[in-house]
Structures are given as C-alpha cells and as structure tokens.
C-alpha cells in the first residue's frame, strides 16, 4: 500500500479525532470545516514524521490539537451556527442527563486552549501518561490540572447560566 | 454532576462530523491557511530579493570609479550575505518544525521562538538597509555634488563647511533610520502581534506549575 493511501486508510479510521478537535474549538460552521482541512493538511505534511513510536491516535492527536491551538484566523462577521447544534437544541434527545450535558459542554468551551486539550483527551480515555505525552507535561502536572478543571466545570455547572 | 459521569454524552456530542469530508491526497498538499506556511513562503520570496540586490550591489562595486562607494558596497553586500543565511536558518527550522510532530508544549515553544527570531531579523535587516541607504545617499552626494540644471557654478566663497555637512547627515540619517525602524515594528505588530501574545499566553498558562 502506498503511504498516502496508508495515511488516508489510517484517519480514516480515526476521523472523528478531527471532528472532537474542531467542534471544541470553532463555534462557526465554516471555521470548524476550515480548521478540518487544515488538520488534515498538517498531519499529511507531518506524515513522514511519524515513525510508530506512538500509537496513530496519539500522534493524531498531537497534530490536531497544535494546529487548533496556533489556528488563528480572523473572526468572521457573521456566525454561522452547526446545524447538528441546534438540532441537538431544538429537539433534545431522551436523555435525562441531556440537559447537563448541553451545560457542561457550555463550561468545557470557556476554558482555555490548554485545558480544553487536557479535558478532550480525558473525554477519549488516554491514560495520564498519554495526555503527558501530547502535552509535554509531567503526569503529576496532569492529575493535578484535570482535578483544578473538574473543579472549576463543577462550580460552572452548579452557577445558573445566563448566558443562553 | 461530574465530568465523569457524562463521558458518553459529551463524546457522542463531540463526535459528530462536522461537514467536511477527508480529501483525495494524490500526490499534491491539499490547500492551507497555515500562518506558518505563508511566512515560509514570504521568507522565500524575501530572499529571492535579497539575491537581486545583491547582484545590483556587486554590478556597482565592479564598475563605479570611486574607491570608497567600492569599500563601501562590498561591506554592504558582506552584511547581505550574513543576513542572508540567518534568514536561510529561519527558513530550514520552520521546515523542521513542519516536518516534526513535537507535544504541544514543544510546539507552542518552537513557533513563538520562529516567530521572534523572524521579527528580530526583520527589524535589524530594515535598519540596516535604512543605514546603508541614507549613507549611500550622503557619500554619493558629497563626492559627487548636483548641479541645478543652468545654475552658475559656484565660485568657491560659498561652500558648505564639512562640519555642517556632517551634522546634517547625521540628522537625516538618525531621522531616516528611526522612521524606517518605527514602521518596520508596525508591520510586524500587525503581521504577527497577536500571535506572538497568544502564544506567549497559552505558554504561561503551561507554566503555572502544580504547585501554584
């Protein structure tokens, strides 16, 4: 096989990555679709790079979560919401957590780039010693952060949103 | 309510696509806006100018009969050459940075430190032209002093002494050079000001230790 057509078969495989890493970092349909082809665009540039000594997601994950973070674009005059956003709003799924969700979900997007990465990763179960990885952290520097993040979504979630 | 506890809901929140398919890779990089690439792309086209007037300049110091406007070029094109490799070495560690998957850490380090050196090289390459031109401009004129068309030479009596000719060089390059120095900031506050205080954030915010 090829190596764009193993690069290709590989994101494939773990696209939805990409679609986590943009839809908690772009509120604007169009910026998150741009912030995808630019994903993809880095991690095809950065391909050679990778040489297995991490698993696919990891390094994946790596890639996405550089090219979000330093995606600087100008802010676009008018937002364009997901439509699987407000889909979600108008016709909330029968969950009774639901609700909660749409709050925390709210909460995670305040926090800053950093934190965002870390919760991201906790959100997809990589052990502590992953998120080091991708974060060039300690494993201590990453306990001690998620539990500053948890508490911070928890007084988030408990404040009465008057955002919305 | 925890963030444990709604793992599954905000997964399947995050997960879903966002509208833009994985592209048809044959052989070609698909398109991007990456600010980094454009700087590589500029620096490029930086250098291909570099290399011009560096031809002008050697073209001039080969053919102009006066000794000094010749010394004088050839130190001019001497410091091109030097600036000329230090932009070369920007060019090679973004390809390196390009190339490379480094932690996040490593890479928010490794961009504001491109970032820097490149706003570094651009201000002291601007002041240094501006320098270089200003007193191209003054010796020029002083060895070989303009004549208003039809005006009477003049007869000796009144020429400029060589002290004012001095200062008023002095001024007119001091003046100069700190126009051009001020403008050249502008430009890079404006190209690449915001990213640098960004980057400098999001760094700060990795280096709050766990112990703050």
Redesign the interface.
Known sequence: MSPDKEFLAQLQAHERIIHKVCRIYQDDLHDRQDLFQEIVCQAWRSYPSFRAESRFPTWLYRVALNTAITYFRRQRRRRQADPADISMRLHPPEDPYAEQAERMYAAINRLSPVDKAIVLLYLDDCSYEEIASVMGMTRVNVGVRLNRIRKRLREDCEEPDTTL | ???E???T???R????????G??D???R???????LLRLRRNLWIEFGLYVAALCLIAIQAHRHPSTAIRIFNITAAVCMVALMVKLRQVIRRIDEH???????????AS?LDILQAYSRKYLYLSVGFALFFTIYMILLEYLFPTQMQGAVPPSGTAEVPVWVFVAVAFVLTLLFTGLIYLLARAYIWWMFG??IR??RE?LQ??DQ??ED
């Open positions: 309510m925890e963030l506890d709604l793992k809901q905000l997964n929140r995050l997960e879903g696509p966002v509208g833009a994985l592209p890779l044959d052989g990089p698909p398109r991007s806006h990456s600010m390009l190339r490379s998957g480094p932690s996040v850490r490593d890479h928010l961009l915001k990213h960004r980057l999001a915010h990795f230790g766990p």
